[in-house]
């Protein structure tokens, strides 16, 4: 069973970037669409960002649009990567990464779609 380990996360100011990242201990034989969740505290588990397993369709939540990018380093996206830039405290959760070998995109943005999911990093970012 593959496993997905999340780095990156720590402690910065409001406006600093971070950049995470989320790598897949083996390939599959087709590619994975990963994505990006967070949970801040007291909150539900909500969909951050989101690659296709055609590498180039990308999807993201509203409210991190235009500071977020999620790109993957390879065609197999076993490494992928959340560059966070202008961090707001709003932003503040812990990260986690998943992953799925569905090619359908449907339900991309939803935790259902996935099947393998990281530990999780934390990002906390101070006003």
């Known amino acids: 069973q593959v496993q997905l380990v999340e780095s990156g996360g720590g402690l910065v100011q409001a406006g600093a970037s971070l950049r995470l990242q989320c790598a897949a201990s083996e390939e599959a034989n087709s590619p994975y669409a990963m994505s990006w969740f967070r949970q801040a505290p007291g909150k539900e588990r909500e969909f951050v960002a989101a690659?296709?397993?055609?590498?180039?369709?990308?999807?993201y939540q509203r409210s991190v649009k235009g500071r977020f990018t999620i790109s993957s380093a390879d065609t197999k996206n076993t490494l992928v990567y959340l560059q966070m830039n202008g961090l707001i405290p709003e932003d503040t959760a812990v990260y986690y990464c998943?992953?799925?070998?569905?090619?359908?995109?449907?339900?991309?943005?939803?935790?259902?779609?996935?099947?393998?999911w990281g530990q999780g990093t934390q990002v906390t970012v101070s006003s």
């Open positions: 690659i296709a397993s055609d590498g180039r369709t990308v999807y």
């Open positions: 998943a992953a799925t070998l569905t090619r359908s995109q449907t339900n991309i943005g939803k935790e259902l779609n996935y099947n393998f």
